[in-house]
């Protein structure tokens, strides 16, 4: 026997505590739920609070050994908690890794992102710790950029959102549009009336987590009528089963859910469970968009932005970097190729932005500067270049719309042409790490297939489209040693271009040819009607397979008679 003191379960958190302590505990376990809803007035921690932690998670204060797992805070996290700092920017791009769920309001922070950026810290101050992209993130739509078509004055979600009436959602868009922003702006609207936000992220968590979260739910819900607002990042993650486990939850209400997905979610989501919910699409941010977030970031940074032409400062905020020993200024074009190269990611733009900006300030160069009045001042300058060597340094610049994007595809081209397997797939990590579509890939091995094997192995195009189906099955980054296979089968393959090339041949011919072309042969026609016939066609036609003998006949028109089309041209 366990000994005369009988186990309870908490209501709450699903802790199992002697009966003895229950009510004790519940009073505890019940204030840190309410800190939790409303941040501001609760003392910070670092540790998760307790709504915050799983089933079986200590509460504050209580013996460490209560504690299980220490993996396992990082799988569940409110919104509401601090990041706690410490992610390096280098880090700050990765989208792999239980940190990224952690996603926090800034504790500091006073709702404008100019508060967020802290009064009187150096520049060098405001960017360690937290990445600038977590720091900025919007609290609320005022903030939100872009996106008018599902968030605009007349759209359902705006109205949905207003009226606090949150129904299941799956945010599908590519990444760093604004995903978890906008979860994260639902869960504030809705901490008013008392909602709980629980985030898991479908890389990290499994099945067991789900159900935990739901039984908190269930609980939650039965007892104290606080609804929860499930966000799962990365969805697709999650397979068929574990996307079966909330179903019936979201159905019954015990849970909103509020998926995001990079993947469309009609080929990746239950069906079912993409029948509960609405899906929201969110678009690729514009330039426009992107401009738009990164003044506000280099605002909140007190950095000054130089217009273009002009070597002098375009703001009167003189001040603003006044900790830092010199001021430091942004050419506007940076800002905009930023903008540009960042392709729509703000996560990317914003960690560009950043390091770019920490680089400057660590080679501590200052230029010398017009200003306004015609006198000079050192200032320290952010140009295009630096940027660039920004996103280069971390492995971000990978202009995919530009010429970096054919100069890859040609290479990797030439080196499968060329039986080179080394480079081959040298050029295809370049363009995946740089975050190239794996499917703008595919469709060139596609092409590769038929325009240099050929059918020197016609089995090369079907592993081709096998690879495009694959890689659209699944996505990144598992569908990178697809396209890795692909690749190395290729280089390895035989080439033939006799095919390409004859083909090449009859459009040249079909180019160079002057005057009306040559009318098609009568005894290739077709003759369905008697007329037809009467006028000739068909006539003469000798059908194959009536003869034993090879049969000779003539398929093209008169005046190219004998052509070879597969004899090489000399041209
Ligand atoms: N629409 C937006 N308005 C303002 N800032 C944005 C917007 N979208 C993204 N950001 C900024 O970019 C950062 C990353 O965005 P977010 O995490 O929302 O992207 P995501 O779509 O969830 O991407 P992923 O698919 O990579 O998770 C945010 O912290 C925020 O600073
Ligand atoms: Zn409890």
Same mark, same amino acid.
């Given at each position: 026997?366990?000994?005369?003191?009988?186990?309870?379960?908490?209501? $709450?958190?699903?802790?199992?505590?002697?009966?003895?302590?229950?009510?004790?505990?519940?009073?505890?376990?019940?204030?840190?739920?309410?800190?939790?809803?409303?941040?501001?007035?609760?003392?910070?921690?670092?540790?998760?609070?307790?709504?915050?932690?799983?089933?079986?998670?200590?509460?504050?204060?209580?013996?460490?050994?209560?504690?299980?797992?220490?993996?396992?805070?990082?799988?569940?996290?409110?919104?509401?908690?601090?990041?706690?700092?410490?992610?390096?920017?280098?880090?700050?791009?990765?989208?792999?890794?239980?940190?990224?769920?952690?996603?926090?309001?800034?504790?500091?922070?006073?709702?404008?992102?100019?508060?967020?950026?802290?009064?009187?810290?150096?520049?060098?101050?405001?960017?360690?710790?937290?990445?600038?992209?977590?720091?900025?993130?919007?609290?609320?739509?005022?903030?939100?950029?872009?996106?008018? *078509?599902?968030?605009?004055?007349?759209?359902?979600?705006?109205?949905?959102?207003?009226?606090?009436?949150?129904?299941?959602?799956?945010?599908?868009?590519?990444?760093?549009?604004?995903?978890?922003?906008?979860?994260?702006?639902?869960?504030?609207?809705?901490?008013?009336?008392?909602?709980?936000?629980?985030?898991?992220?479908?890389?990290?968590?499994?099945?067991?987590?789900?159900?935990?979260?739901?039984?908190?739910?269930?609980?939650?819900?039965?007892?104290?009528? *606080?609804?929860?607002?499930?966000?799962?990042?990365?969805?697709?993650?999650?397979?068929?089963?574990?996307?079966?486990?909330?179903?019936?939850?979201?159905?019954?209400?015990?849970?909103?859910?509020?998926?995001?997905?990079?993947?469309?979610?009609?080929?990746?989501?239950?069906?079912?469970?993409?029948?509960?919910?609405?899906?929201?699409?969110?678009?690729?941010?514009?330039?426009?968009?992107?401009?738009?977030?990164?003044? *506000?970031?280099?605002?909140?940074?007190?950095?000054?932005?130089?217009?273009?032409?002009?070597?002098?400062?375009?703001?009167?905020?003189?001040?603003?970097?006044?900790?830092?020993?010199?001021?430091?200024?942004?050419?506007?074009?940076?800002?905009?190729?930023?903008?540009?190269?960042?392709?729509?990611?703000?996560?990317?733009?914003?960690?560009?932005?950043?390091?770019?900006?920490?680089?400057?300030?660590?080679?501590?160069?200052?230029?010398?500067?017009?200003?306004?009045?015609?006198?000079?001042?050192?200032?320290?300058?952010?140009?295009?270049?630096?940027?660039?060597?920004?996103?280069?340094?971390?492995?971000?610049?990978?202009?995919?719309?530009?010429?970096?994007?054919?100069?890859?595809?040609?290479?990797?081209?030439?080196?499968?042409?060329?039986?080179?397997?080394?480079?081959?797939?040298?050029?295809?990590?370049?363009?995946?790490?740089?975050?190239?579509?794996?499917?703008?890939?595919?469709?060139?091995? $596609?092409?590769?297939?038929?325009?240099?094997?050929?059918?020197?192995?016609?089995?090369?195009?079907?592993?081709?489209?096998?690879?495009?189906?694959?890689?659209?099955?699944?996505?990144?980054?598992?569908?990178?040693?697809?396209?890795?296979?692909?690749? $190395?089968?290729?280089?390895?393959?035989?080439?033939?271009?006799?095919?390409?090339?004859?083909?090449?041949?009859?459009?040249?011919?079909? *180019?160079?040819?002057?005057?009306?072309?040559?009318?098609?042969?009568?005894?290739?026609?077709?003759?369905?009607?008697?007329?037809?016939?009467?006028?000739?066609?068909?006539?003469?036609?000798?059908?194959?397979?009536?003869?034993?003998?090879?049969?000779?006949?003539?398929?093209?028109?008169?005046?190219?008679?004998?052509?070879?089309?597969?004899?090489?041209?000399?041209?």
């Amino acid at each position: 026997m366990e000994g005369a003191e009988e186990e309870v379960q908490c209501p $709450v958190c699903l802790r199992e505590l002697p009966g003895a302590d229950i009510n004790s505990h519940l009073d505890r376990c019940l204030q840190a739920g309410d800190a939790e809803a409303e941040p501001g007035s609760s003392p910070p921690s670092k540790r998760p609070r307790l709504a915050a932690a799983p089933p079986g998670t200590q509460a504050q204060g209580e013996p460490e050994e209560a504690r299980p797992a220490a993996a396992s805070p990082r799988v569940f996290s409110l919104f509401h908690k601090g990041r706690g700092g410490g992610q390096s920017p280098g880090a700050a791009g990765g989208r792999s890794g239980a940190g990224r769920e952690e996603a926090a309001v800034k504790p500091e922070k006073g709702g404008s992102a100019t508060a967020a950026a802290g009064g009187g810290a150096s520049l060098a101050q405001k960017l360690e710790g937290q990445p600038l992209a977590e720091r900025l993130r919007p609290d609320t739509l005022g903030d939100y950029v872009g996106q008018e *078509r599902v968030l605009g004055a007349q759209t359902l979600l705006r109205s949905l959102l207003e009226s606090h009436e949150i129904p299941s959602l799956i945010l599908w868009g590519p990444p760093g549009c604004g995903k978890t922003t906008l979860a994260h702006i639902i869960a504030n609207s809705s901490k008013k009336n008392g909602t709980r936000f629980v985030t898991l992220s479908a890389t990290s968590a499994k099945t067991n987590d789900v159900r935990d979260v739901i039984s908190q739910a269930q609980n939650e819900k039965r007892l104290f009528k *606080r609804k929860t607002i499930l966000f799962i990042d990365e969805i697709h993650r999650f397979n068929k089963s574990q996307q079966d486990t909330f179903l019936p939850h979201v159905e019954c209400g015990t849970v909103t859910l509020i998926g995001a997905t990079t993947e469309n979610p009609s080929f990746q989501v239950n069906a079912a469970l993409l029948s509960r919910c609405r899906v929201i699409v969110l678009e690729k941010l514009s330039v426009e968009a992107m401009e738009a977030i990164l003044m *506000r970031a280099v605002r909140s940074l007190g950095v000054q932005v130089l217009g273009q032409g002009d070597q002098h400062g375009s703001s009167a905020t003189g001040s603003s970097s006044e900790s830092s020993e010199f001021p430091v200024y942004i050419e506007e074009k940076a800002l905009n190729t930023l903008a540009y190269l960042c392709d729509g990611d703000a996560r990317t733009g914003l960690n560009g932005l950043q390091l770019a900006v920490q680089a400057r300030l660590a080679a501590g160069k200052t230029t010398p500067l017009n200003t306004t009045k015609g006198g000079s001042a050192d200032g320290i300058l952010i140009t295009e270049e630096h940027v660039k060597e920004g996103l280069q340094r971390s492995h971000i610049l990978y202009d995919r719309a530009g010429e970096e994007h054919y100069n890859c595809i040609s290479a990797l081209h030439k080196s499968m042409r060329g039986s080179d397997e080394n480079a081959s797939l040298y050029w295809l990590a370049r363009m995946l790490e740089g975050g190239e579509d794996p499917l703008y890939v595919a469709r060139r091995l $596609v092409r590769f297939a038929s325009e240099d094997i050929g059918l020197a192995d016609p089995l090369a195009l079907t592993q081709a489209v096998a690879a495009y189906q694959g890689c659209h099955f699944i996505g990144m980054p598992e569908c990178e040693v697809i396209l890795a296979q692909c690749v $190395v089968y290729f280089a390895r393959a035989p080439k033939s271009i006799e095919v390409y090339r004859a083909y090449s041949n009859v459009k040249e011919c079909l *180019r160079m040819h002057t005057g009306p072309l040559p009318p098609v042969p009568l005894h290739l026609r077709n003759a369905p009607t008697r007329l037809m016939k009467n006028l000739g066609y068909g006539k003469g036609y000798k059908y194959n397979p009536m003869y034993k003998e090879p049969v000779e006949q003539d398929y093209l028109p008169e005046e190219l008679k004998g052509t070879d089309f597969f004899k090489e041209r000399k041209t």
